[in-house]
Nanobody
Framework: QVQLVESGGGLVQAGGSLRLSCAAS????????MAWFRQVPGKERAFVAG????????THTASVKGRFTISRDNIENTLYLQMSSLKPEDTAVYYC????????????????WGQGTQVTVSS
């Protein structure tokens, strides 16, 4: 398994930008597909974006497509989520997650999770 630590959350006005980072431990980072999920109180953790181990394939949920971009640096063992044109409905705790092998979309398929970072978008 990999150990994950997120950073980069904060308070931003609507229309602004943030970049989340997720630092991973271990020497096999590229063997893991990675994803970002987000969660608001009272709701289940929701898939935001995923990326393959090589970085050659990525996918984003419809509500963030064109505004968010997932990427990774397999030399630095870091996952990123660049968020722009932020909306109040993007407010949530954002989690990075790792799963061995291919990209998956269900939170139950991910074995490693970060502690979460709060993103708050004010109107």
């Amino acid at each position: 398994q990999v150990q994950l630590v997120e950073s980069g959350g904060g308070l931003v006005q609507a229309g602004g930008s943030l970049r989340l980072s997720c630092a991973a431990s271990g020497r096999t980072f590229s063997s893991y597909a990675m994803a970002w999920f987000r969660q608001v109180p009272g709701k289940e953790r929701a898939f935001v974006a995923g990326i393959s181990g090589s970085g050659g394939f990525s996918t984003h949920t419809a509500s963030v497509k064109g505004r968010f971009t997932i990427s990774r640096d397999n030399i630095e063992n870091t996952l990123y989520l660049q968020m722009s044109s932020l909306k109040p409905e993007d407010t949530a705790v954002y989690y990075c997650a790792a799963t061995y092998g291919i990209v998956r979309f269900s939170a139950t398929d991910f074995s490693s999770w970060g502690q979460g970072t709060q993103v708050t978008v004010s109107s």
